[in-house]
């Protein structure tokens, strides 16, 4: 399954900028950053879970925004990519 | 056909601050602000070809990122919204 992460971190205080940190560390654990708050992952229904249990625990619901999408049919078209890119193809062969 | 629209705009330029603007309106004119940088719209295939035709304009190619998702089967496990939630539900009827 194709998510998308997209994260809005209040971090006007030492808090919120330890959420942030936090936060951009569980979806780097999970995928790949695209944009400075968003993140593409590959994960099955198990990983899923994690993600956003992980990203539950870490939120201040009244100040921050996580939005997830699941995309399940991803193809070609799902993506409309314009200007710099920085995200890597998950079917490329990752070299460690 | 919904779409999530994200995107991370260079602005420590005037012209790149003017360009944010740009793209936001944009945005607006086709869906609804979700978080600082990510808009959720519903639209048909030719707004959408609009839609991104209008950002490649505005876009600074190799400065600014707009990634456009398109979620073809969009249902209530689509999305998970975690924290503060400033989205609209398109099915309800807008009061105009």
Redesign the interface.
């Known amino acids: 399954m194709y998510v ?1 992460v ?3 971190i209040r971090t006007d205080t030492k808090a919120g900028q330890k959420r942030l940190r936090r936060i951009a560390q569980v979806c780097v654990n999970h995928g790949q950053r ?5 993140f593409e992952c590959q994960v099955d229904e198990l990983q899923f879970a994690d993600l ?1 249990r992980q ?2 625990d870490v ?15 991803f193809s070609k ?11 890597i193809d998950f079917e490329e062969p990752m070299i460690l």
């Open positions: 998308v997209a994260y809005d695209v944009q400075k708050s968003v956003v990203l539950r939120i201040h619901p009244a100040e921050d925004s996580i939005r997830i999408y699941r995309v399940h049919d078209r799902t993506l409309v990519s314009l200007g710099r890119e920085i995200g």
